[in-house]
Nanobody, 126 residues
Framework: VQLQASGGGLVQAGGSLRLSCALSGRTFGLYTTAWFRQAPGKEREFVAGISTSSGIKPYADSVKGRFTISRDNAKNTVYLQMNSLKPEDTAVYYC????????????????????WGQGTQVTVSS
């Protein structure tokens, strides 16, 4: 499977962006897809995840209530709607996928994902 992230950009604090992760190749059986982000000088961190059926959608505490993950299986695309953006949301955002189902904290561990997109830059100005 290949993943391609897009939709990043420069936005003022309080604004919104929607990121897209286009999936191609062997998408059948890709049970988990997630968004991670990495700010300069910081480790990569989990943002949100979604299961194939959209029945499981864990979020990092820092984005709960502001970000919404969703997917359109007909379009093989996973979205991250980001509202009420803050300067601390500035980072390179990556989408990741894995064929294994995940439970609990396994969603948040980046080494549990075998497939990664190239990243898209999100910059939030104050």
């Amino acid at each position: 499977v290949q993943l391609q992230a897009s939709g990043g950009g420069l936005v003022q604090a309080g604004g919104s962006l929607r990121l897209s992760c286009a999936l191609s190749g062997r998408t059948f059986g890709l049970y988990t897809t997630a968004w991670f982000r990495q700010a300069p000088g910081k480790e990569r961190e989990f943002v949100a995840g979604i299961s194939t059926s959209s029945g499981i959608k864990p979020y990092a505490d820092s984005v709960k209530g502001r970000f919404t993950i969703s997917r359109d299986n007909a379009k093989n695309t996973v979205y991250l709607q980001m509202n009420s953006l803050k300067p601390e949301d500035t980072a390179v955002y990556y989408c990741a996928g894995d064929y294994r189902r995940k439970v609990g904290s396994a969603w948040t561990t980046d080494n549990g994902y075998n497939y990664w997109g190239q990243g898209t830059q999100v910059t939030v100005s104050s």
